[in-house]
C-alpha cells in the first residue's frame, strides 16, 4: 500500500506542476529573452570552441558569466530555433525534474511522504518560481 500512496504523489506532483505552467507554452519572446535568445548570435555558434570561455558579445546580456544557461539555450536553438514552445518546454522540465528531486531529499530527510509532498507542491507552484519557469 505504501509504494502505491508513493508513486500517486509522483504523479500528482508532475501532473500539477506541469498543468501549472502549461498556459506559457504559446507565450512569445519577452524583455531579456530578444538580447539574449532572439539577437544573440553567441548562441549560433555554441560549439565553435572560440566561443567557449568568453562573454557574450551581446551588451548587457542576462546570459553572461551563465555558461550553463547560455549551454540550454544554444542546444534549444540547434534543436528548435526561436520557436518558444521548446524554450519553455525544457524549462518546465527543469522545473519538474527539480521538483521531484526536492521531494525526493525532502523524503529522505524527514521520513514522511505527505510532508515531503506537502512541501515540494507548494515549491513547485510557488509565484516566485515562475519566471525561472515562464
Known amino acids: 500500500m505504501m509504494i502505491i500512496r508513493g508513486q500517486w504523489t509522483w504523479v ?3 501532473t500539477v506542476g506541469w498543468l501549472v505552467y502549461a498556459n506559457s507554452m504559446e507565450g512569445v519572446f519577452v524583455y531579456d529573452d530578444l538580447p539574449s535568445i ?3 548570435d553567441d548562441l549560433r555558434r555554441v560549439f565553435d570552441r572560440s566561443q567557449w570561455g568568453t562573454w557574450s558579445s551581446v551588451p548587457h546580456s542576462s546570459i553572461d558569466g551563465r555558461p550553463l544557461v ?3 539555450l544554444a542546444l ?3 534543436f528548435g530555433g526561436l520557436h518558444v514552445w521548446g524554450y519553455h ?3 518546465i522540465a527543469i522545473h519538474l525534474l527539480c521538483g521531484s528531486l526536492y521531494m525526493a531529499l525532502l523524503r529522505l ?3 514522511d511522504i505527505w510532508l515531503a509532498f506537502v512541501c515540494a507542491l507548494l515549491w513547485l507552484v510557488h509565484p516566485l518560481h515562475s ?3 515562464n
Open 12 to 14: 500528482v506532483l508532475l
Open 38 to 40: 532572439v539577437e544573440n
Open 70 to 72: 547560455r549551454l540550454t
Open 76 to 78: 534549444n536553438y540547434t
Open 89 to 91: 518546454a525544457v524549462n
Open 109 to 111: 530527510l524527514l521520513g
Open 131 to 133: 519566471e525561472c519557469v
